[in-house]
Antibody, heavy 120, light 106 residues
C-alpha cells in the first residue's frame, strides 16, 4: 500500500525558511516522479514542483510562483522527499501535499498534508 | 500557462441524480486530463486519469470523457458520500494546472 506522510509544517515569519519532509513507503521510491501541491485556506489546488525519477536523473520542475525560492530534493536512503522553502511570503500559507505520480503521469497518490502558516 | 475552466462552480443535487461537470482547457491537451474529489479537511483523491481511465479502487459510477479542450466528469447516481468538491487538472505541460473546482452540494 502506497503511504505518504508529510511533516515539518508550522508557523514561520515572512522571509523565513522551512523544510517539509515526506516519508514514502509501499513502492519503489526511485522509480516514480514525486510532486508537491499546495492549497491555500479556502482556495483551490496549486502545483508547486516536481522531482523526476532516477531514470530521468531526478531533475526538477517548479511553478513560477516558487522558482528560485523553493527546492525539491530526495534522500534515497530514507525514501524521503523534501521541500526546502526560503524567502517565505504570506501568500505561501497553505496545506502542502506530497504526491506520487502514476505511470500515466497523473497525480495518483496523495499524503494527508502539512500546514504552513507564514505570518508575523 | 494552460488555463483550466470548470463549470459550474457549484451545483445542488439530490441522491440518485446524474451529475455532469465540465472542464475546458485554454489549449489542446490531448487526453492528459485528470479528475479529483476532495472532501472538507481531507486530501484530494484521484478519480480519473487520461481523461477516461478509472483510478484503481474508484467505483464505476464515476466516468470521464473528452479530448483536446473539452472534458466531462459524470457521476451516474449521486450518493451521500459523493457530496464534495471536484477538480480537473491538466498534465500535458508545465506548469501543471487545476480548474477552480466544482462544489457538489445537497
Amino acid at each position: 500500500e502506497v503511504q505518504l506522510v508529510e511533516s515539518g509544517g508550522g508557523l514561520v515569519q515572512p522571509g523565513g525558511s522551512l523544510r517539509l519532509s515526506c516519508a514514502a513507503s509501499g513502492f519503489t521510491f526511485s522509480d516514480h516522479y514525486m510532486d508537491w501541491v499546495r492549497q491555500a485556506p479556502g482556495k483551490g489546488l496549486e502545483w508547486v514542483g516536481r522531482s523526476r525519477n532516477k531514470a530521468n536523473s531526478y531533475t526538477t520542475e517548479y511553478a513560477a510562483s516558487v522558482k528560485g525560492r523553493f527546492t525539491v530534493s530526495r534522500d534515497h536512503s530514507k525514501n524521503s522527499l523534501f521541500l526546502q522553502m526560503n524567502s517565505l511570503k504570506i501568500e505561501d500559507t497553505a496545506v502542502y501535499y506530497c504526491v506520487r505520480v502514476g505511470d500515466g503521469y497523473n497525480l495518483a497518490y496523495w499524503g494527508q498534508g502539512t500546514l504552513v502558516t507564514v505570518s508575523s | 500557462d494552460f488555463q483550466m475552466t470548470q463549470s459550474p462552480s457549484s451545483l445542488s443535487a439530490s441522491v440518485g441524480d446524474r451529475v455532469t461537470i465540465t472542464c475546458r482547457a485554454s489549449q489542446g491537451i490531448g487526453n492528459s486530463l485528470a479528475w479529483f474529489q476532495q472532501k472538507p479537511g481531507k486530501a484530494p483523491k484521484s478519480l480519473i486519469y487520461a481523461a477516461s481511465s478509472l483510478q484503481s479502487g474508484v467505483p464505476s459510477k464515476f466516468s470521464g470523457s473528452g479530448s483536446g479542450t473539452d472534458f466531462t466528469l459524470t457521476i451516474s447516481s449521486l450518493q451521500p458520500e459523493d457530496f464534495a468538491t471536484y477538480y480537473c487538472q491538466q498534465y500535458k505541460t508545465y506548469p501543471l494546472t487545476f480548474g477552480g473546482g466544482t462544489k457538489v452540494e445537497i
